[in-house]
């Protein structure tokens, strides 16, 4: 008969005292929880995912102060990581392309609604140029996606508790992040806000649709 009770002991099948396998407990006794990684980990495993996004397009709306003038339009923006990027500034009411920006390379053209074409190596200086409007598109790239930009001192940043930026200043503007698409670590922002003091900039970013490949 003992040599039975081995045999079902051996197979799992009934509760044996020879059976060593125990939960994990704390120093009081107890279950312990299931470790999450950090908020820090988390934001570092973002950045490392994001890095290997190939393309995304956000569809969208934009309010936007610099000193006393304001705009608000529309905004449909295809990004081909390192290849191209095409922004549409659509008419929030109408929704016709205003004006359409083209980068490929370090050639950009801006496309005005009356058909006429200007060029430029910076977007951002086109954009000054043409429509009078200062915003640092090559930046908002990466703050829209919920990223630092690269090549540039991160001021600082505040993570939420899952590891997500709430708060990031960077080149004298401080962006925020009040609402995310989900609740993942790698959730994209759907409503941010910038501001830039010394220009006497603000914008507020709310993004209705995204889209990524990766």
Known sequence: MR????LLCALG???CTQNNIKPTTSGSGQ???TVKASPEAVWQNRQRVFAGMKEWSMNGRVGLQLRG???SFGLKWNEKTGRESLMDIVNPLTGAVMASIRETGSQVVLKAADGKSYRDTSAERLLQRQLKLKFPLGDMRYWARGLPAPGKPVDAIKLDPRGRPQQLS???W???YMA???QSGNALPTKMSLEKTSERARAKVVAKQW???F
Do not use: E
Not at 3 to 6: A, H, K, T, V
């Open 69 to 71: 003038r304001s705009w």
């Open 3 to 6: 040599n039975w009770i081995l």
């Open 180 to 182: 995310y698409k989900d």
């Open 170 to 172: 960077q080149d004298g």
């Open 31 to 33: 279950p312990r929880a």
């Open 13 to 15: 099948i009934v509760g």
């Open 211 to 213: 889209r990524t490949r």
């Open 174 to 176: 401080v962006v925020k």
